[in-house]
Structures are given as C-alpha cells and as structure tokens.
C-alpha cells in the first residue's frame, strides 16, 4: 500500500534542484531566480537554483543532461547547449534533454556608426559583398556566437564567411569602443548593450539577426524579413530537464512557466534587466534549439572551428 501511495503521489513531493550553467551575480543566474520563485509560489516546494559553473557552460548542461530524470532536477539552458557537439565536445546535445519551455530570447543586433556610408543594413550587406574583408566587424572571440551570428548570415547570403574580416575581442564592450573610434564598421551584440552608444548619436542598431521581432525593439526590422532567409541564431534561456522526464513534469512545468512569462511582476523585472519575455511552449522550444544546433554546427564548419 505504501508502494502504491507512492506512485499516486503527485510531483512535487520535495524540493527541485535548479541547475544554472553561469555563474551568479548574471544575467542567466538572475533570470533563473526570478523563475524558481515563480515556481515554488505555484508548487509550494522549494526550487533550489545551484550554479555549476565551467567550460563554457558546458559543466552545468551536461548536469542537466545527466541527472536523475525524476523531475527533482532541472535546469535553465542556453544556446550554448546546441553548440557544444560541433566543437568536439562531449557531455550534452539536444538529443540528451527534454525541453520544458522558453522564456526569454534576445536576438543579437547588427550595429554601425552613424556616420557610414550605408544608412542601413541592405546598404551595409551590399557594401561587405563588394569587398568583404574591407569591412571590419566584432563583437566576441572567434567562435563566440555574435562572431558566428555575423558570419553565419553572411554564409546565408551568399557571402564566404572565411573572407569576413572579424576582429576578436574580448566581448561587445571592448567591440563598442573600436566602433566609436571608427577602428571598425560592425558590431554585432545585443541592442541593450549597444544602446548607450547609440543614444550618444555614435552608433545605431539596424537589423536583428533573427527571424523573431523583439517586443523590447518592435520597430527593428529583422534579417530573416529583410533578405528572405532563415537564420536565427537567437540568445535564449529555457527549462529543460534529462531525457526522459515524466510528461506530468514536463506538462506543469511548461504550464506554470508560461503563467510566469504573463505575469506583469516578471515581465517588469525582465524588463528593468533589458530582458524580452519570449514564452515556447515544449515542442516549440525543442525546435528552436535543434535548429540552433544545426545551423550553428554549418556556420563553424564553414569557418574551421567545428571538430
């Protein structure tokens, strides 16, 4: 009887671990906690976030994939999880999780100087056609995803990716700064990070390389939109779990998770961090990640970073 008891038993019985790849203090961390608290009001146990920090992200997501898949562990991805195959590396692919549902997405951002002789970004495409490596763009190291966002739209249009002249950096801020001072022409990054640059009247964001519009930049046109293509290497952070959660988990956490997304107390948060809210449901997300993964996987086997 205590058996069967315990089969009946509806999930949560106790507290859900909610492993987060990056460290705390950021902006994955932060979105995670504003998330298990949301989880924990619904489900009245507690849902633990624990930072497993290293490689990439790559320590955290293979602990995801690699947890019991009873429903007590879970955890929040990010692209990084569709790129780790390509590479070489082993410990998770999207083949090794089940995917609860996304809750944010942010599109990385084609940024210029005000000055260019292009005003936008089909003048600025046309110019980097006519001599590729005549145009300098940054924004991350070689193989960082703005890097493979850049060149990965170029390869959808067209454009041999290995003539791209890319000039590495160690992340959008440093990138930023050589744009002001016109050592470069392209920054690709997200608008918000752009955005101090861009209200100086130094810079401005035309394009997202995406196929979604952002409910933060609605007036932003989007690449997939302009050039008729699909290419949409999106930054996202999502619940996923190992494969072969119970479906009663997948089905109320999905459920619970796009309540939080509609709550206007999260989206005010979301927003205050220069966060969009972009809900998937599980079949959905599962899509946009395995899209990820194959399209990225190209993208760094054209440039020489795949294994």
Sequence with gaps: ML????????????AVTVIVPWSAGGGTDATARAVADGLQKKFGQPFNVVNRTGGGG??????????????????????????YEAQGLKG???????????????????NIRTDAPYSDVKGL???????????????????????????GLLQQLGIDPVAANWVASDGSAPALQQLASGAIQVVSTSPAEARSLV???????????????????PD???????????WSPLPFRGLAGPKGLPQEVVEKVSAALKEITEDAEFKKFMSSRGFSVAYQDPATFEATVKAAHDGLGQTMKAVGLAQ
């Design 220 to 230: 932003l046109p989007t690449t997939d939109e302009v050039f008729g293509i699909k």
């Design 58 to 83: 790559l320590v955290g997501h293979a602990a995801i994939a690699q947890a019991t898949p009873d429903g007590y562990t879970l955890g929040v991805i990010t692209i990084e999880s569709a790129m």
């Design 199 to 217: 209200e100086a009247n130094e810079a401005k964001t035309v394009a997202l390389i995406s196929s979604e519009r952002s409910e933060l930049y």
């Design 125 to 151: 495409i046309e110019a980097v056609k006519a001599d590729p490596g005549g145009i300098a763009a940054s924004g991350a190291n070689r193989g960082g995803l703005s890097h493979l966002a850049w060149v």
């Design 92 to 110: 998770v692919t999207p083949d090794d999780l089940d995917f609860i549902g996304r809750f944010n997405a942010d599109a990385i951002g084609i």
């Design 3 to 14: 058996s069967a008891g315990s089969a009946m038993a509806e999930w949560p019985e106790k």
